[in-house]
T-cell receptor
Framework: GAVVSQHPSRVICKSGTSVKIECRSLDFQATTMFWYRQFPKKSLMLMATSNEGSKATYEQGVEKDKFLINHASLTLSTLTVTSAHPEDSSFYIC????????????FGSGTRLTVV | AQKITQTQPGMFVQEKEAVTLDCTYDTSDPSYGLFWYKQPSSGEMIFLIYQGSYDQQNATEGRYSLNFQKARKSANLVISASQLGDSAMYFCAMREGGPGSNSGYALNFGKGTSLLVTP
């Protein structure tokens, strides 16, 4: 089946530094990638939608200059948290869409970011 | 407005018993898809079951079935013969737009139900 590899699974960084999270579709071409953020015991909140080769569409309230999304190829999308602060600590998870009907949502395994 | 509502923050069920997790949704789109995911403590999202808005029959996948009541806009998940390994968070989600259109439509998630299966 379709697999999305997300790395790193856990990362601890210092305030003010940037962190890059990668999501790779291993055996299919991801035409669209969705990035979600999840606080402990809360729902998944959509941050942005990215299509290969075009700029990401951010949800209201999400700072596009802080959360940089790049979808340069059909198999790789990245989320960079710039100038991270402790409030950016969260669980980030990507979901790739291959465009197939009905199903076609494949999730990465998530990245737990802790900013100290 | 909340598009997916899960009213049960937490549920308990005894091993081998059946349990129903509630989900109601709100959409004016005639074409949509409903999904259930399981999220264990590791954080991965495990797809359980899918129901399309035009599907005539309720979806079933092994021990999982989806009680789809379109007029009431509900899509409850039924887990039969609960197992200890079923303890996890369960999320109901919706895609608005019909089959073939999911490439541009993100899933909208409910707040989730934490299920604990006891021996």
């Amino acid at each position: 089946g379709a697999v999305v590899s997300q790395h790193p699974s856990r990362v601890i960084c210092k305030s003010g530094t940037s962190v890059k999270i990668e999501c790779r579709s291993l055996d299919f071409q991801a035409t669209t990638m969705f990035w979600y953020r999840q606080f402990p015991k809360k729902s998944l909140m959509l941050m942005a939608t990215s299509n290969e080769g075009s700029k990401a569409t951010y949800e209201q309230g999400v700072e596009k200059d802080k959360f940089l999304i790049n979808h340069a190829s059909l198999t790789l999308s990245t989320l960079t948290v710039t100038s991270a602060h402790p409030e950016d600590s969260s669980f980030y998870i990507c979901s790739a869409s291959s465009g197939s009907p009905d199903y076609g949502y494949t999730f990465g395994s998530g990245t737990r970011l802790t900013v100290v | 407005a909340q598009k997916i509502t899960q009213t049960q923050p937490g549920m308990f069920v005894q091993e081998k018993e059946a349990v129903t997790l509630d989900c109601t949704y709100d959409t004016s789109d005639p074409s949509y898809g409903l999904f259930w995911y399981k999220q264990p403590s590791s954080g991965e999202m495990i797809f359980l079951i899918y129901q399309g808005s035009y599907d005539q029959q309720n979806a079933t996948e092994g021990r999982y079935s989806l009680n789809f009541q379109k007029a009431r806009k509900s899509a409850n998940l039924v887990i039969s013969a609960s197992q200890l390994g079923d303890s996890a968070m369960y999320f109901c989600a919706m895609r608005e737009g019909g089959p073939g259109s999911n490439s541009g439509y993100a899933l909208n998630f409910g707040k989730g139900t934490s299920l604990l299966v006891t021996p």
